[in-house]
């Protein structure tokens, strides 16, 4: 019998929390109706998570995604895709602190990985289509 992965269908809410025990399952966000703080679990090697906005539409709300710690802090990045064609460029952190990433306005088609490799840090790999690039910050 075939295995099936069942993806998270996250809520409409202002806080979300991913359960290391979906670790490699698709996360659907819908459109939200407020910003959204995204914890992500301690890192486990081999840990990861697909984000996908499953919204018809740009979200009017951001997503704030978060390690809780700057000791597990964010490493590679996204693709920057302006909305309206002007822009495409990578969208990373410093690679030593930033444990945060805003992403505003989420456009349909935004993808994002976060995924472990060291039990350590969250390794970013994906794109964003938005209006705004997305904001790497320190907690």
Known sequence: MPVTHVP???????????????SGLTHYVPDLTADCTFTLPTPKAGMWFDMVYAGDAADAQGWIITTGSDTNYFKGGFVFLDQDGDAIAPADGDGNSNSKVTIATPEPGTRIRFESANGTNWYLSGYVLSATAPVFADQ
């Open 8 to 22: 998270v269908t996250v809520s409409d809410a202002a806080t979300y929390t991913f359960l290391a025990d979906n």
